[in-house]
């Protein structure tokens, strides 16, 4: 059985920084390209960022690039998401996911496994 558990969310003030981890288990980690979204209350879930399984590459949504950085750790069964220079707009419920197919995608839809998320809360 495929878990995906999130964790590292909370309340921070405009300006700082949080570190959300993404503990993975039942399948095998270094298969699968893993992706973070977000979704803010009335609004659609989002893209965040997403590394690929074979070469560590990256990419991110132009919201959050050059302010979030995504990393994994296949040993660990981890991916992490550090935010830095994080804003209101940044509030949000994130989501760490996990794609089975070759590439990266921004869609949802093309993500198989969900974790159920970590509230993050930006002051203003």
């Known amino acids: 059985q495929v878990q995906l558990v999130e964790s590292g969310g909370g309340l921070v003030q405009a300006g700082g920084s949080l570190r959300l981890s993404c503990a993975a288990s039942?399948?095998?980690?270094?298969?699968?390209?893993m992706g973070w979204f977000r979704q803010a209350p009335g609004k659609e879930r989002e893209f965040v960022a997403h590394i690929s399984r074979s070469d560590g590459s990256t990419v991110y949504a132009d919201s959050v690039k050059d302010r979030f950085t995504i990393s994994r750790d296949n040993a660990k069964n981890t991916v992490c998401l550090q935010m830095n220079s994080l804003k209101p707009e940044d509030t949000a419920v994130y989501y760490c996911?996990?794609?089975?197919?070759?590439?990266?995608?921004?869609?949802?839809?093309?993500?198989?496994?969900w974790g159920q998320g970590t509230r993050v809360t930006v002051s203003s």
């Open positions: 996911a996990v794609r089975q197919g070759a590439g990266a995608s921004t869609l949802p839809t093309f993500y198989h496994y």
């Open positions: 039942g399948l095998t980690f270094s298969r699968g390209s």
